[in-house]
């Protein structure tokens, strides 16, 4: 099972349309989660860290379910600047092995169209 | 808001040349990264650098690599014999705190653009 595994895609949505990302991780002891945005030849940029509780920040809401090791975004009523490559990020933590790495899912295109 | 300079954006080199890719982390900042993103592949771990040693290196990170910070505010990754595989896109990244970055994540760079020809 890849360390960290996600839908690999692409998805092309009209404006305005709900899209979910699904991600699962294989070292259960992993402690942090997050997920990035990666824009064609950009740097890697934090959109939101994904809590047990689930989080929300606007648009976009953040899943996370330990016992499945499953990581999920939703973006609702997406925009023509939501295009870029989601990308499922996962820290191990001490528990899980490393404090210091975060290991990248492959990453998901999404393109939103007019 | 504070960001990580890199430096150059992108270096074109020989096989077999020594290449050293520059790195300005955020002031404040503890932990220091470099990560690699070979086209069309996913974001790749390297090694990361606190309290002035290595404190975890990948399988890539090998004799060929090394890491400095030789004055308070660079860091600095040297490959020291380039091999045409080591062409990629080469991010460096810096973090208040280890776990990931807490809450602030990573600040990632840019990116330095190496490619070996």
């Known amino acids: ?114 | 808001e504070p960001e990580v300079t890199q430096t150059p954006s992108h270096q074109v080199t020989q096989m077999g040349q020594e290449v050293i890719l520059r790195c300005v982390p955020i002031s404040n900042h503890l932990y220091f990264y470099w990560y690699r993103q070979i086209l069309g592949q996913k974001v790749e771990f390297l090694v990361s650098f606190y309290n002035n040693e290595i404190s975890e290196k990948s399988e890539i990170f090998d004799d060929q690599f090394s890491v400095e910070r030789p004055d308070g505010s660079n860091f600095t990754l040297k490959i020291r014999s380039t091999k045409l595989e080591d062409s990629a896109m080469y991010f460096c990244a810096s973090t208040r705190t280890g776990e990931g970055g807490g809450n602030y994540g990573y600040t990632f760079g840019s990116g330095t653009r190496l490619t070996v020809v």
Not at chain 1, 40 to 59: A, T
Not at chain 1, 86 to 114: A, E
Request: charged fraction near 20%; proline fraction near 5%.
């Open chain 1, 1 to 114: 099972r890849k360390e960290v595994e996600q839908d690999p895609g692409p998805f092309n949505v009209p404006e305005g349309a709900t899209v979910a990302f699904n991600c699962t991780y294989s070292n259960s002891a992993s402690q942090s989660f997050f997920w990035y945005r990666q824009d064609c030849r950009k740097e890697p940029k934090l959109l939101m860290s994904v809590y047990s509780s689930g989080n929300e920040d606007g648009r976009f809401t953040a899943q996370l379910n330990r016992a499945s090791q499953y990581i999920s975004l939703l973006i609702r009523d997406s925009k023509l600047s939501d295009s870029a490559t989601y990308l499922c990020v996962v820290n191990p933590g001490l528990r899980g092995g490393s404090n210091y790495k975060l290991t990248f899912g492959k990453g998901t295109l999404l393109t939103v169209n007019p």
